[in-house]
């Protein structure tokens, strides 16, 4: 054990006192902070756009209907010659040309002219001012009030509440697929980045023959623990720094930024601060509801668990070739239970997390580490589920680390060979 200790204090120290590792610790917060800036920047420059769009309206009627906007500028054309407003727009280099055809009852001849390809969004938005119109126009011809319809109109606004009488607001699951989606995929890239570091790290001690030396005085299992559990305490260590320097970032970027000053109580733009504070309000309250504590010990639980399996699985692999290129025959047995446990936790857990395939593949050891943490948010998990899918997830530990070690302790010394699945079996069998 004594030799076990020292392997792991080696793996760690020689991970955490590396250059890039030191950098990237300490830069790479500093990087999503400048990627979410940059994001913000880009997205206003792109709504700084002013788009010019023409309209020819043979019927005159639904020209009035598009006011202009900040992103959009509309231009009426009074010449009701088709091709001459066609030929105007392209050469003032408007955006395009709304044609509204007089001669069509059902306005099914509303074209849309443009050399670029507009968004779905914004076609239908043109659609829904001109089929508003065309609908009100035809029910005052079958004579009926519209204005007694209009008077009648009731919008129901759900309100939603548990049972217990705590209110939620609509984003409510929104919330719960952010911090479930987000810490299952926060784990899966852990896995993919650590687990690769410990497969380099086996490959470079192999190219270099100096495993050769180290194996003389102690036993390759040992050896492979060493390395999974030093590299494992690094990771941990860099993800509590990235946490400590992330709240940073984020109480003075919140200080600095500030809430807006509000305006003054009587007018319409007070009124709607006010809703959005209420709003606002209702989704803070979603996320305190949030079993935050139980997420964040599973996280750490689940991290362990599931890196210590994938990495017996990405040390095998290492021990098994002679450079990264030949890695990738092997990769996609890996990588595959990871896509599939985000797929599932998107498309089934969001949809319902007590639902047959989540709860499946939240006890596969495999994908229960992403798909477990994606259900947490998503309702009262029993403990004995959590406890379970925990159970199985590290006795299975127990078992992918003695064929990984059956295969690290022939590959490790295996030189100048193309190792295949055949081979990889016939190792299993030593």
């Given at each position: 054990?004594d030799k076990?200790?020292?392997i792991?204090?080696?793996?760690y ?10 950098i ?16 913000g920047f880009?997205?206003?420059l ?5 788009r010019k ?7 005159g ?9 900040d992103?959009?500028?509309y231009i009426?054309i009074e ?16 955006y395009?040309l ?6 069509s009852?059902?306005?099914e ?12 969004g ?17 029910l ?9 319809i ?9 309100q ?11 984003a409510?699951?929104w ?12 784990l ?6 650590y687990g690769?570091?410990?497969?380099r ?16 005085s102690v036993?390759p299992?040992?050896l492979m623990i060493g390395k ?6 690094a ?5 509590l ?5 992330g ?11 500030g ?7 009587g007018?319409?733009m007070a009124?709607?601060?006010l ?6 309000q209702?989704?803070i309250n ?5 079993p ?18 994938y ?10 070739v002679?450079n990264?290129?030949d ?9 595959l239970?990871?896509i ?23 006890y596969?050891p ?5 798909v477990?943490?994606?259900r947490?948010?998503f309702?009262d ?13 590290y ?10 070690a059956?295969?690290y ?6 030189y ?15």
């Amino acid at each position: 054990m004594d030799k076990l200790w020292l392997i792991i204090k080696r793996e760690y120290l020689n991970k955490v006192r590396n250059r890039t590792f030191i950098i990237m610790t300490f830069v790479s917060p500093l990087i999503f902070v400048g990627v979410a800036v940059l994001i913000g920047f880009l997205t206003n420059l792109n709504n700084d756009t002013v788009r010019k769009i023409a309209i020819l309206d043979e019927t005159g009627v639904y020209a009035p209907l598009f006011e202009d906007t900040d992103q959009t500028d509309y231009i009426l054309i009074e010449n009701n010659d088709l091709q001459a407003a066609i030929t105007a727009s392209d050469t003032a280099g408007y955006y395009g040309l709304i044609y509204i055809n007089r001669d069509s009852d059902d306005l099914e001849n509303a074209t849309f002219y443009s050399d670029d390809s507009p968004s779905l969004g914004f076609i239908e938005s043109i659609e829904e001012k001109i089929s508003k119109k065309a609908t009100e126009d035809r029910l005052v011809l079958k004579g009926i009030n519209l204005k007694t319809i209009q008077e009648s109109k009731v919008e129901a606004e759900l309100q939603l509440q548990s049972y217990t009488g705590v209110q939620t607001s609509k984003a409510n699951g929104w919330v719960k697929m952010a911090f479930g989606g987000g810490a299952g995929y926060l784990l899966m890239m852990f896995i993919i980045i650590y687990g690769n570091m410990v497969m380099r790290s086996v490959i470079e001690e192999k190219t270099n023959r100096i495993i050769e030396i180290i194996i003389s005085s102690v036993k390759p299992i040992y050896l492979m623990i060493g390395k999974i559990t030093g590299t494992s305490l690094a990771g941990i260590t860099q993800f509590l720094i990235w946490v400590v320097i992330g709240g940073i970032l984020f109480t003075v970027v919140t200080t600095l930024l500030g809430p807006e000053a509000m305006q003054s109580p009587g007018n319409d733009m007070a009124m709607s601060q006010l809703e959005n504070m209420d709003k606002m309000q209702l989704i803070i309250n979603d996320i305190l509801q949030l079993p935050l504590l139980k997420l964040v010990i599973c996280f750490f639980i689940y991290f362990i668990g599931g890196y210590f399996l994938y990495a017996a699985i990405y040390t095998a692999i290492g021990a098994a070739v002679d450079n990264e290129t030949d890695t990738q025959q092997f990769m996609l047995p890996v990588i595959l239970p990871l896509i599939l446990s985000i797929y599932v936790g998107f498309f089934s857990v969001m949809d319902n997390p007590h639902g047959t395939v989540a709860v499946i593949f939240s006890y596969i050891p495999l994908t229960s580490p992403i798909v477990m943490l994606m259900r947490i948010p998503f309702g009262d998990i029993a403990y004995w589920e959590i406890g379970l899918s925990m159970l199985l997830l590290y006795v299975s530990i127990f078992g992918v680390a003695w064929f990984a070690a059956k295969i690290y302790r022939v590959g490790i010394l295996m030189y100048g060979k193309k190792t295949n699945w055949k081979e990889l079996y016939k190792w299993l069998r030593y």
